[in-house]
């Protein structure tokens, strides 16, 4: 059964940083991707970055580019994570980790593309 689990959110001032942990267990596509997605009140959720386990391939939507850094811990199995920086108040949102069966990451972006998702956290920007 696989379960992931987000930490890291909270409340900060625009230009500050948070960095998200997502923690997977039960996960073992080694050619899989995960990704990190938001949804803000009275929006959908919408994709944010994704990460090709089997070769480190980064993804991000364009809001965040430079701004956001997808990585994952190579020691542990599996641990990912989304450093934001120079955050903004439009990035105030939940923040969901998913997963998908199957190889591959290129060109999933959409929810109905992640087969497993976690409860999300929250990150609040403040001016």
């Not at 990035?91 to 969901?96: G, H, I, K, L, R």
Request: aromatic share 14%; charged share 20%; with cysteine.
């Amino acid at each position: 059964q696989v379960q992931l689990m987000e930490s890291g959110g909270g409340s900060v001032q625009t230009g500050g940083s948070l960095r998200l942990t997502c923690t997977a267990s039960g996960y073992y596509a080694s050619n899989g991707c995960m990704a990190w997605f938001r949804q803000a009140p009275g929006k959908e959720r919408e994709w944010v970055a994704r990460f090709y386990i089997g070769g480190d391939g980064k993804y991000y939507t364009d809001s965040v580019k430079g701004r956001f850094t997808i990585s994952r811990d190579k020691t542990k199995w599996i641990v990912l994570y989304l450093q934001m920086s120079n955050l903004k108040s439009d990035d105030t949102a939940m923040y969901y980790c998913a997963a998908r069966d199957g190889d591959g990451c290129a060109g999933h972006s959409s929810t109905t593309d992640f087969d497993y998702w976690g409860q999300g956290t929250q990150v609040t920007v403040s001016s």
